[in-house]
C-alpha cells in the first residue's frame, strides 16, 4: 500500500530493487517497499540475493534490505549495515539507544520476542550488536549487555543499532 492507501504495485519486468537511502517510515516503509504492497523480487540473473523459503513465508535478503513476504505482500522489512535511509527524527543503522531514547522522547524496552522497541512509538523494531535477547556476550569487547526485568529499560545506551525492522503495528 502507499501512504495514500492504494495499491502500490511492485510487479514491473525487473522486479522491485530496493532503496537502500529511502526513508524509514515505522509502520509504513523502508528501502522504498511499503507494508501490504505486492513485491516482485529482481530477475535472478541480475543482483545477487537469497531467497529463504519458510512455511508460511519466503524471506528475500536483497544487499542491505530482507523483505519478508506471505503470499506475495510485504509484510515486515528488515534494513542491515550499509542501509543510508534514516525516519523522519534522524534515526538509522548506527544510531544509538541513547539517540533513540532522546528523539522519541522515551524509554528502549524490550517486547515479548526480544527485539528492542519504542512502546510510544509502534510499528518498528531494532536489535544491536551487543543485544539478542535478554543476555549477549560482545564477542568483540567482552561487554555483557543487560535488560533490567525490574526498570523494563536498556542498561548500555551507547550500544549502535545493527538492524531496524518495520512492520504493521498490531492493533
Excluded at 67 to 94: A, C, F, K, S
Aim: aromatic share 8%.
Amino acid at each position: 500500500m502507499k501512504e495514500d492507501g492504494s495499491e502500490q504495485d511492485l510487479n514491473h519486468p525487473h522486479g522491485t530493487i530496493p532503496d537502500i537511502s529511502a526513508p524509514i517510515v515505522p509502520g509504513v516503509c523502508a528501502g522504498g517497499i511499503f507494508i501490504g504492497s505486492r513485491f516482485a523480487p529482481p530477475p535472478e540473473d541480475g543482483d545477487k540475493y537469497e531467497i529463504q523459503r519458510r512455511k508460511d513465508s519466503v524471506v528475500y535478503s536483497l544487499h542491505a534490505v530482507k523483505v519478508w513476504t506471505r503470499n506475495d505482500l510485504v509484510y515486515q522489512i528488515g534494513v542491515y549495515e550499509g542501509y543510508r535511509g534514516v525516519m523522519p527524527e534522524g534515526i538509522g543503522v548506527g544510531s544509538t539507544i541513547s539517540e533513540v531514547e532522546d528523539r522519541f522522547h522515551c524509554d528502549v524496552v524490550e517486547d515479548p520476542d526480544g527485539d528492542l522497541v519504542t512502546p510510544c512509538f509502534p510499528g518498528w523494531s531494532f536489535d544491536t550488536a551487543e543485544w539478542n535477547g535478554s543476555r549477549n556476550m560482545n564477542e568483540k569487547s567482552d561487554t555483557v549487555i543487560e535488560f533490567d526485568n525490574r526498570r523494563g529499560v536498556i542498561e548500555n545506551l551507547d550500544a549502535p543499532i545493527k538492524v531496524i525492522c518495520v512492520f504493521k503495528p498490531v492493533d
